[in-house]
């Protein structure tokens, strides 16, 4: 039989908990449990004149068009943004996954990016960009194509989705290579012995064998581009033109913040938060044990 | 015209260590080669040097006849087994076993053809839509055998491919390996470090140390007129005894201890002193034999018993096995001889063979 390990009760290791549990209860729950309250409200701009309405802002709120647009537009910009940010990454990884000498410098200048905060991320391409000054907005007026994406809708969520996925290349690129570095040796080797070409070997053997990676990636993407990316779009384009890179987190923030519509603004949270839910479920039973190759 | 050529290849890793020094080889048709010796000993690099999967520095590798040196691994028709089988994880056993055809545009009637012809000579057809990972030890390894086949390549290499199985299974595979190279006829290099399995598989050994051919021959040959002192120790378990002597007589007897044995041939050399080995199972108990052994540990193993004694009044270590079970306990004093025209002399300096 084994025995129970017993410990002596103590403060400590409730003591050594505290700071997280009351950094999440202020911080997360708090505001959570708030939001949820003051999206069955209807107040006024001040705050002096509150209703309890009952569901009646979501009911506005799924009658709003602009409300199915903004979510349409924010399913196309996170797709976007997990398909070129994984792409490009997928390729980097492939490369420094066969580089020989000099990997780590490869590495490091390659995780880079992440430590980046994602204002200063957006700034940089901002400044890139940017319509008069900014080199690559330059470049392409001398060859003739004009930029400028405090005007043009599309230029404007080009460039939201090239600054968000350019921050996370980083991430995906370190666990594409831990995962193909995970791959033994000898398989790459037997594949090579049986006549497949380094092309048909990554298709074939390595890209399978990664597609665990591959999928956790495309939900943390996903994820990442919903809800992380608010400071590049606040930075480059502040939603606009026009709300063209309007996203559902930003739309929370201009309804609330700007707008004084706390409301609608907790509506439009509560329902981020049931999405979010969703996904970590969701990545929870289909990571963890389902995807197998 | 033999079938691989290896011509005195040489291995220098960018880093100035030398893995295999000039070794030189003529592999016949339907040849079974076996490269055995010990950890480190450059083996591995060698195989890996005629699969075209570690570069040559220098000399030369032909197979069929076709210089190699600068052909890719899939140019040089080999199939290679691996030690962890290196089966492709996410693919069932058939296409494991096709994937080497497809990649080469094989017809598809013919790549199944091949498949289940395999599959029935290694009894694999029931587990065809498995994956690698349904798979037991022994299976995964007829399935890596299976992918090497169907190839009908001109060689078979293999890398310690029994290491990751169980004994019994290990026992099992060699013949299973054996009888099938028998029959196809492939000429198949081999690499162990298992000395039983060197010498019950091979046609011939090429026993290495240091990535240096310290001899190359028929296991019987190995056993019997070992070259130098460490293909002596190698082959053969319990490995062979090994005792430094004087020459007496103008080389006609050694003298150990007291003890004088006379020899079968006159042994001519220049050092008076020389190291002889014997091997444990051709010692016999002899009452009136000149050496006497002090017991340490006897095994007493049924069929037979291995004693392990030192030479009397030194701490020479000397194991003897006999082909009966013994009563012998710690600190008995055994008398035995050996068979003069068993033993095996090496010159303790350069350790070769001077009888």
Redesign the interface.
Known sequence: MLKQVHFKSSALPYMLVAPQIIITLVFFMWPASQAIYQSLLIEDAFGGNTQFVWFDNFIELFDDDHYVKTFVRTLFYSAMVALLSLSVSLILAAMADRVIRGTGIYRTLLIWPYAVAPVIAGALWAFLFYPTTGIISTALTKIGYEWNHQLNGNQAMFLVIIAAAWKQISYNFLFFLAGMQAI?K??I????????SPA?RFW??IF??ITPTTFFLLVVNIVYAFFETFGIIHVVTKGGPANATETLVYKVYKDGFIGLDLGGSSVQSVILMVLVIAMTVFQFKFIERKVE? | MSHIQIKNIEKVYPNGYKAIHGISVDIEEGEFIVLVGPSGCGKSTLLRMVAGLETITSGEVSIAGRKVNDLEPSQRDIAMVFQNYALYPHMTVYKNMAYGLKNLKTPRDEIDRRVSEAAKLLELEELMQRKPKQLSGGQRQRVAMGRAIVRKPAAFLFDEPLSNLDAKLRVQMRLVIKNLQTRLGTTTLYVTHDQVEAMTMADRLIILKDGIAEQIGTPMTLYDKPQTRFVAGFIGSPAMNFIDVELTDNGSSIKLGKNKITLSEKLKHTANIVTMGFRPEHIKLDENGPIGLKVLLTENLGAESVIHAALAGTDSPITIRLNKRINAKNGDILKVSVEPKKLHFFDTQTNLRIN
Do not use: R
């Open positions: 033994p000898s398989l080797e037997a594949a090579a012995i049986d006549a497949a048909k074939t053997i399978p064998l190759y």
